[in-house]
């Protein structure tokens, strides 16, 4: 990475991470990137799926299963490991500022698996509902938003891993939904709109 750009992420992590310190955010952004949180969610989208689709609707949960798969197996499993960029708390420049909220982690930084699985997940999503649901957008790209930021807010990512994971998801589930599209041609008109 050029040296000019490497100083500008640890700039922008350093103003997000510490300069953003405040007793909401070391409450709330913590539980956003836990993937235990969002529980409900998946269970909702799994139910509403099946209720709305019946047995077709399993198509789309296994789409979404794909779309996750994919990206977290392309990006944690092959990008960082050709990559080998230290996460900030490992830096020996950036680890002397950051403010540590959750434990380290494990592996490398560049991209955030995090931001890549849900931005694949939010877009795939987006684009087979936002016919139907134009507000799907708003919280589509707000929910894998917090995440990627809670990313480098607790101190495990730098912005530069969030953006290029949240660039390569959007691909990813962009790609998922044109196969998705070609396999199912006459999605959404499976079932009267509600």
């Not at 198509?59 to 977290?72: E, K, Q, Y």
């Not at 490398?108 to 957008?137: D, G």
């Not at 969030?162 to 396999?183: D, I, M, N, P, T």
């Amino acid at each position: 990475m050029p040296e000019q750009l490497l100083q500008f992420d640890r700039h922008l992590f350093h103003i997000i991470n510490y300069g953003m310190t405040n007793p909401f955010f070391d409450w709330i952004m913590p539980w956003l990137r836990d993937p235990k949180s969002w529980i409900p969610l998946y269970i909702f989208i799994v139910g509403f799926c099946l209720w709305r689709y019946k047995k077709k609707g399993i198509v789309i949960i296994l789409f979404i299963a794909l779309v996750f798969g994919f990206a977290d197996q392309s990006s944690a499993g092959v990008v960082k490991h050709l990559v080998h960029r230290l996460r900030p708390c490992r830096d020996p420049i950036t680890s002397l500022t950051d403010v540590e909220r959750i434990g380290c982690g494990t592996g490398y930084s560049f991209p955030s698996a995090h931001a890549t699985n849900h931005f694949a997940m939010a877009i795939f999503m987006i684009l087979i509902w936002c016919r139907r649901w134009r507000w799907i957008w708003l919280w589509g790209i707000l929910w894998a938003g917090s995440i990627s930021f809670a990313q480098v807010y607790v101190g495990v990512h730098y912005p530069i891993d969030v953006f290029c994971g949240a660039l390569y998801g959007s691909f990813v589930g962009w790609l998922f939904y044109v196969l998705f599209k070609k396999l199912q041609p006459k999605f959404p008109e499976w079932m009267p709109v509600i």
